[in-house]
């Protein structure tokens, strides 16, 4: 993880801007997010029916806004199952203080992981 990045980590807030797939107008949500790298991982409680999950679906392109900072991005729908595990894990331990050898809540464990690479 770059400096800029690991500096941000701690925000409690990250901030996805979609084009609607219909509109293509921006659509802006506040959002979980825990960094790995230049990713950022994302989890949405509606699975793959959430509006901003199939408005990157149709169109990858987004914004993403770690406190100040502003991040061009492409985003896509997590399906590797290593991957999968570890923004599972990643955004337990940053929000319900999970830890290693302790059962996923209902949230970390159901939620789909969406992945953001963030463009440096």
Known sequence: ???ELAALAGEEFAYLTTRGRVSGSPHRIEIWFSLQGSTAYLMSGGGEQSDWVRNLTAQPAVGLEIGKRHFEATAR???DASEEQTARQL???KYYNWRAGR???RWAATALPVAIEIKL
Request: glycine share 0%; hydrophobic share 60%; charged share 0%.
């Open 1 to 3: 993880m770059t400096n």
């Open 91 to 93: 955004l337990a331990a």
């Open 77 to 79: 729908i997590v399906s």
């Open 103 to 105: 059962p996923l809540n």
